[in-house]
């Protein structure tokens, strides 16, 4: 078993593709599955261990893949979003952007509009060509594009992003 500590998130499983146990992945910039010795999996509270059986690209970060003993859509189906992981020793940190914020580290932090808090941004949509914050507001779901334009500023400290949105935007 490996501690979480010990791993690094460098994608996400987004669904099955097709019937052969093919997964439809995102890695992230310049990443390939080549790179990795094995991918790591959190299941029932674990992280499991998957060796790629086959791989191939999808587009310039997306990737149709394969674990060794995922051989069918219903096997394929309990890696449904979810995060990849890797050992942290086989990523090369120093290499990412200086200025390298990604989606992925905003899951977790308030979102603000208007100073008004809209709830905790728990996932981002990024199936189609506009991507969305996903916000837990009360049990609500509110869906934000995540886009330049309506991100006013992002507080690490505080773990907060404040938009400015158009009207009737979080009525939709």
Same mark, same amino acid.
């Given at each position: 078993?490996?501690?979480?500590?010990?791993?690094?998130?460098?994608?996400?499983?987004?669904?099955?593709?097709?019937?052969?146990? +093919? &997964?439809?992945?995102?890695?992230?910039?310049?990443?390939?599955?080549?790179?990795?010795?094995?991918?790591?999996v959190? #299941?029932?509270? &674990?992280?499991?261990?998957?060796?790629?059986?086959?791989?191939?690209?999808?587009?310039? +970060?997306?990737?149709?893949?394969?674990?060794?003993?995922?051989?069918?859509?219903?096997?394929?189906?309990?890696?449904?979003?979810?995060?990849?992981?890797?050992?942290?020793?086989?990523?090369?940190? +120093?290499?990412?952007? =200086?200025?390298?914020?990604? #989606? =992925?580290? #905003?899951?977790?932090?308030?979102?603000?509009?208007?100073?008004?808090?809209?709830? @905790?941004?728990?996932?981002?949509?990024?199936? @189609?060509?506009?991507?969305?914050?996903?916000?837990?507001?009360?049990?609500?779901?509110?869906?934000?594009?995540? @886009?330049e334009?309506? /991100?006013?500023? /992002?507080?690490?400290?505080?773990? =907060?992003?404040?938009?400015? &949105?158009?009207?009737g935007?979080?009525? &939709?």
């Open positions: 078993m490996i501690d979480e500590s010990k791993l690094a998130e460098i994608g996400k499983i987004n669904k099955p593709h097709g019937i052969k146990g +093919e &997964l439809s992945v995102e890695l992230d910039d310049g990443l390939e599955p080549d790179d990795f010795t094995c991918f790591f959190e #299941l029932n509270g &674990l992280f499991v261990p998957f060796f790629v059986a086959e791989s191939r690209p999808r587009g310039k +970060e997306s990737w149709l893949m394969r674990f060794i003993g995922v051989e069918n859509e219903k096997d394929a189906a309990m890696f449904a979003n979810k995060p990849l992981f890797v050992k942290d020793d086989e990523v090369d940190f +120093e290499e990412e952007d =200086s200025d390298g914020f990604y #989606l =992925s580290d #905003l899951i977790g932090f308030q979102a603000f509009a208007d100073e008004q808090l809209l709830g @905790t941004i728990t996932d981002y949509d990024d199936s @189609t060509q506009n991507i969305l914050f996903q916000i837990d507001n009360d049990g609500r779901q509110l869906y934000i594009p995540a @886009t334009d309506f /991100i006013v500023a /992002i507080d690490t400290q505080d773990k =907060s992003v404040i938009f400015t &949105l158009p009207d935007l979080i009525n &939709l």
